[in-house]
């Protein structure tokens, strides 16, 4: 099972852009890179999903290295509403062919005015 | 655009007593469904997945079980909940093929006393 590893928390400032650097060495050939954003109370929210090189969207990018063992997420211009839990997920195939994440702990991020 | 609906939003439940919570998404057919359950401060932990109707996998063993009567609609059951059941619970959503996010709900925070 291929597993991440994430800082546990993160200060920023507003207006700043903030890189989140997840690890992934056991990351297999075929599974994806995704992000998630959490808040109190509430479940994740899909923020981006890579295979590898950059992809962007319109709320954050998402760089992967060639050999795929680490990704960063990247915020650009982070307000106040962005602090959040935010989730690295490698995925993991089921034997029946279903998509399986693993979820750990997260990064913490808090952004200050 | 598809919907996933929990219910309730909160629950306060005494120990011994049985327990029911249920999720539905709108929207679309044949989706893969999953319960997590999130405890206080850590990230969140697959219960059970379903590729069907009455197809139910179960991914660590517990008290609880989980049943999927139609194909949008995904139950979590329990006969006798233990304090140990205290937690915050999330129904996901996936389209049936793999590499694709996950979709949550906004999830039940249950109180065992």
């Known amino acids: 099972l291929a597993k991440t590893t994430q800082p546990i928390s993160m200060d920023s400032y507003e207006g700043q852009e903030v890189n989140i650097t997840c690890s992934h060495n056991?990351?297999?050939?075929?599974?994806?890179i995704t992000w998630y954003q959490q808040f109190p109370s509430q479940g994740p929210r899909f923020i981006i999903q890579?295979?590898?090189t950059k992809v962007t969207n319109e709320v954050a990018s998402l760089f992967i290295p060639a050999d795929r063992k680490s990704s960063t997420l990247s915020l650009p211009r982070v307000s106040l509403s962005d602090t959040a839990v935010y989730y690295c997920l490698v995925g993991d195939i089921f034997t029946s062919g279903t998509y399986k994440y693993i979820f750990g702990t997260g990064t913490r991020l808090k952004v200050l005015a | 655009s598809q919907t996933i609906h929990q219910w309730p939003a909160t629950l306060v439940q005494p120990v011994g007593s049985p327990l029911s919570l249920e999720c539905t998404v709108e929207g679309t057919s044949n989706p893969n469904l999953y319960w997590y359950r999130q405890a206080a401060g850590r990230g969140l932990q697959l219960l059970f997945y379903s590729v069907g109707i009455g197809q139910i996998s179960s991914e660590v063993p517990q008290n609880l079980s989980a049943s999927r009567p139609q194909d949008r609609q995904f139950i979590l059951s329990s006969k006798k909940l233990l304090l140990s059941d205290s937690g915050f619970y999330l129904c996901?959503?996936?389209?049936?093929?793999?590499?694709?996010?996950?979709?949550f709900g906004d999830g039940t925070r249950l109180s065992i006393l």
């Open positions: 890579g295979y590898k």
């Open positions: 996901a959503w996936s389209v049936e093929r793999g590499n694709q996010p996950q979709h």
């Open positions: 056991n990351i297999a050939t075929n599974d994806y």
